[in-house]
């Protein structure tokens, strides 16, 4: 990324899992500015004052969260910027309150360090980040928003479809995909449902998200 300084805040009270991750979110770029924060009442402290942030990142188990009601404090004290839950409790369950509640993602612990990137980068561009491996999360207004558990994945692709779904993450609409690969775009529209089927998936965001999860070479 270039431009601008990307800032961000982690809240956790775990120091090694925050050090872990300011050493991964350096990565996003060169002008990328961690802050880090212990418990609620250091998170809040950033508020105002001209720290303004592109993502917080915050553990709804550190000190004075009391779960979603910290979630809810830092969004009124945060208007307008995107808060992520990271959790280690990661369920269907709790990956839906923390939408309900006005989260833009859901963060489990467990993730590895390069789907943890492709995550962050995914909510800076204004996405929500919602784990294929939690199945389809459903808020309280019943619109689907996570993504289906892949099928057989990756791996189950072609050479062809992999082709389709490499071009497909770089942002290519049909058309482009269809001359990049000397193909028409009915055909291209033909892979995508077949890339859609095995990955377990029903559209292309879904289908990114899950690629950029995985952390697989395509």
């Known amino acids: 990324m270039s431009g601008s300084a990307i800032r961000l805040l982690i809240a956790d ?6 050090d872990m991750l300011e050493s991964h979110l350096k990565k996003l770029g060169p002008d990328v500015q961690i802050e880090k924060a212990t418990t609620l009442a250091e998170t809040l402290a950033f508020a105002g004052g001209g720290n303004a942030f592109e993502l917080v990142i915050l553990d709804l188990r550190m000190p004075g969260m009391n779960g979603l009601a910290g979630l809810k404090a830092v969004r009124q ?8 839950v990271m959790s280690g409790e990661a369920t269907a369950e709790n990956a839906r309150n923390a939408y309900d509640a006005g989260a833009v993602g859901f963060i489990p612990k467990t993730i590895g360090g390069r789907a943890m990137l492709n ?4 909510m800076l561009s204004g996405e929500r980040y919602f784990p294929v491996g939690l199945g389809e999360v459903k808020p309280v207004s019943g619109k689907p928003t996570g993504l289906g ?3 057989r994945g990756i791996a189950s692709l072609t050479a062809r479809e992999r082709d389709v779904l490499r071009l497909l993450v770089s942002g290519a609409p049909n058309g482009v995909i269809g001359r990049e690969l000397g193909i028409e775009t009915v055909t291209v529209a033909l892979h995508l ?9 029903e559209s292309r965001t879904q289908a990114v998200k899950l ?4 952390g697989q070479d395509i």
């Open 13 to 18: 009270d775990h120091v090694l899992l925050t």
């Open 211 to 214: 690629c950029m999860e995985s």
């Open 77 to 84: 004290q945060f208007p307008g910027t995107p808060i992520s």
């Open 193 to 201: 449902r077949n890339v859609y089927r095995k990955l377990g998936v």
């Open 119 to 122: 995550a962050v980068q995914l």
């Open 149 to 151: 558990t892949p099928a």
